[in-house]
């Protein structure tokens, strides 16, 4: 498929579009990270989706959003079933929601957690790609403030390649200079780097 560089490595043979799905509880920001990673993709052409499960977020309770990305235009709108990356933002839902439902072993798992992949592992029982990696803590570190999910979109590119990182920056500093003031958003860009930089 044009465009996708190493996402045949991820993605199911017969599919033609890329599909994600976002665990999180209301309030930690899964709708608006599945929206601005939606529009860095528009960047390049493609065509998107980005909806949550069902209205809007309920602070503290288990929520999903859907993220969809292809080349060609997306005729369904139905909730992801079969999704090529899960990304987890809160990690007490691996106990809780069974996250990794259809996700076959060469696709991604991203969790938010101090944990290592083992007892990410052994908590989900999925024996795929794992990728671990404390969004929280790196938010704290860098914004002041508990983001993970502006971090974990860094590391989401960084293991997809779905699209470039500096779309996804532009897309972040638009939407949100005004809105929250230059030296915060470039301390959340500054996030996103270091999580697609880390290992």
């Known amino acids: 498929m044009t465009g996708f560089i190493i996402i045949s490595n991820v993605m199911k043979l017969d599919k033609k579009i890329f599909e994600i799905i976002f665990h999180a509880r209301g309030g930690q920001g899964a709708k608006t990270a599945a929206e601005l990673l939606a529009q860095a993709a528009t960047r390049e052409q493609k065509f998107v989706q980005a909806f949550p499960d069902f209205g809007p977020e309920r602070s503290g309770a288990p929520i999903k959003t859907f993220v969809r990305i292809s080349d060609e235009p997306i005729k369904t709108h139905e909730p992801v079933i079969d999704p090529d990356v899960v990304v987890v933002l809160d990690e007490t839902l691996l106990g809780v929601v069974n996250v990794s439902k259809n996700l076959d072993e060469n696709e991604i798992l991203i969790v938010n957690t ?33 983001r993970p999910n502006t971090a974990i979109l860094g590391k989401l590119l960084k293991v997809s390649e779905i699209v470039k990182i500096e779309n996804l920056t532009d897309v972040f500093r638009e939407k949100y200079t005004e809105k929250i003031g230059a030296e915060k958003t470039e301390k959340n860009v500054q996030a996103i780097e270091k999580a697609y930089d880390s290992l």
């Not at 999925?126 to 704290?140: E, F």
């Open 114 to 146: 101090t944990s290592d992949r083992e007892t990410v592992k052994e908590k989900t029982r999925y024996v795929g790609n794992i990728y671990p990696i404390d969004a929280t803590g790196m938010s704290l570190e860098i914004i002041g403030e508990p």
